[in-house]
C-alpha cells in the first residue's frame, strides 16, 4: 500500500510538472479554477504546447504510460488532434537492462546457461523495449537465431500502474457524462488485457507462429519461425531474420526496391489479415517491420513483434467489409443503415440525417492521394459525427484503428501518392465474392461436412424419442399420437430430401471442379 502510494504521490508530481492539470480541466473549466491553479503552481513553465508536455510526461513515467499514450494516440474521440501528434511520436526508447539479469531469466526458464543451451550467445543486446530486449544467438547446429527475454520486475509494476488507470478511469465515470458513451473503463480494461498478454513470451510465440501459417504461401510477407523446445512464458528464441528497417527509404531504394509496389503490398497485407483470417498483427510501427533484400525473398516485408494481435470475429469482419465498400462506392446511405441495424446508432436514429453527416466527413477525401488526406482529421471528424448521433465506441476496434493509422504513416513514407481507396477497393470486392458467392457457400458446407455427418444419421432417433416422451404426457390422446407418428413420418421424408439434396449438391460441385481441372490441365 505505501509503494502505491509513493507511486501515485510520483505520478501527481509529473501531472503538476508538466501542467497537465490545466488539460484535465480544460473540458469542464470553472470560473477562477485556472487562475487558482497558476497562483498555487508559480514556478512552473507552461509556455511548451500541450502535446509535447503530456508527451514528455508520458516519457518520463515510463513504458506503461508510454504504451497508454500509444493507445491514446489512437483515439481521436478522446484526444485533439494536437495531441494526437505528438502522441504519435511516441516509441520503446528504453535502456536495455543488465545482461546477467537476462542470462538469469534464460538460465531459471530454460534450465541452462546460454552457453549451453547455444553454441554462440551475444550478451549485449541488438534491440530493447519496455517489456523485453533482444540477443541474437547460434543453436548447436548453427542456425542463427534471436532471443527475446521479458524484462524483470514488469507484472508488479504493470500491475500497480494499471490499477491506478483503473481508478482514475471509474472516477473519470462519474465527473463526466460523456465518458459512458466512449467506454473509458473498456478501453483501460483492453490495456490491461493486451499489456498482461504481452508479458506471456509464449502467447507471442504463439502469435507469430499462427501468423507465419496464415502467410504461408505469401509472397509478400514474412514471419519469422518459432524454436519451441528454446521458448517459455519469459524467453522466446525466433528464427534471425534479416532484412533493412522500412523506415530507411533511402536504404531500400539504394538496394532498387520499389517503393511504390511496397506500399500497396503493405494495403493487401492488412486488409488479408483483418477480412480473411480476423488475426491481425496490431502493432505495425517501423520498428517491427523490415524489408528483405535476400534475392529469395527480395522485396518482401518480414514482420517482427507479436506481443499485440487484433482478432475480430465473423459479425466484425461482415460489418465492417459491408462499411468498408460501402465508403469506396460512397454509398453513405448503407453506411449509415449499417450503423443502425448493428446496432451501434440507436434504432431511432434518422437513416437521411446519418447519411449526410457521413457524407459530409468522407466526401472530400475522395480521388486525392494520400498525402493530401489526413486519418487523424477524418477520424476526428467522424468521431464528433459519432457524439451527436450516440454512435457508442467499440472497445474491440480500437487496435484496428490504431493499425490502419500505422498503414497510413507507413504508406505516406513509401509512396505519398498512394491511393488507399484505390489500391483496397478490388481486394475488398474480390473478398466479398468469395464469401457471398457460390464458392464461399461451398467452402462453408465442407467446413460444416463433419459436424453435419455426426447430426444427420442421429435426426430420426432424437425426433422419435422427442416426440415418444410428449406423447408419454398424455397417453389417453391417441389422436395426439396418430397426428405426433404422421409428423414424424412427414419429418423423416423431409431429412431423407435434405440428405439426398446435400449430398447431390457436394458431389456435382465436387465433380464439376474435377472436371475444370482435368479440361483445364488439357
Known sequence: MILKFLRLVRILRVLVKYGLDEIAISGFDKPGISRLLDLAFFWRDLSTPRGVRLRLALEELGPIFV????????????????????????????PPFDSDLAIAQIERSLGAHPDQLFARFERIPVASASIAQVHFAALPDGTQVAVKVLRPGMKKLIDEDVALMHMAANFINRVWEDSKRLKMKEVVHEFDKYLHDELDLMREAANAAQLRRNFADSKMLMVPEMYWDYCSSSVITMERMHGIPVSQTDRLLEAGVDLKKLS??????FFTQVFR???????????????????????????LDFGIVGTLNDYDKDYLSQNFL????????????????????????????LEAAVRACCEP?????????????????LFQTSRRFNVEVQPQLVLLQKTLLN???LGRALDPDLDLWKTAKPYLERWMAEQVGWRGLLERFKAEAPRYSHIIPQLPRLTHQALTAIADRDTSSHELLRELAEEQRRTNRLLSFLVFFVGAFVVGVVGFQAWMRYHGGA
Open 407 to 409: 498503414i497510413e504513416g
Open 326 to 353: 460501402a465508403f469506396f462506392r460512397r454509398d453513405y446511405k448503407r453506411v449509415a443503415e449499417a450503423h443502425i441495424e448493428s446496432g451501434w446508432a440507436p434504432k431511432e436514429t434518422r437513416v437521411d440525417e
Open 365 to 381: 477525401i475522395f480521388d486525392r492521394p494520400l498525402k493530401d488526406i489526413s486519418f487523424g482529421q477524418i477520424l476526428l471528424r
Open 67 to 94: 504504451k497508454l499514450g500509444q493507445v491514446l494516440s489512437t483515439r481521436s474521440d478522446l484526444v485533439p488532434p494536437d495531441i494526437i501528434y505528438e502522441l504519435s511520436k511516441l516509441q520503446d526508447r528504453v
Open 264 to 269: 500497396s503490398d503493405g494495403v493487401e497485407i
Open 277 to 303: 483470417d480476423g488475426f491481425f498483427h496490431a502493432d505495425m510501427h517501423p520498428g517491427n517491420i523490415l524489408v528483405s533484400i535476400d534475392p529469395a525473398s527480395f522485396g518482401r516485408y518480414i514482420a
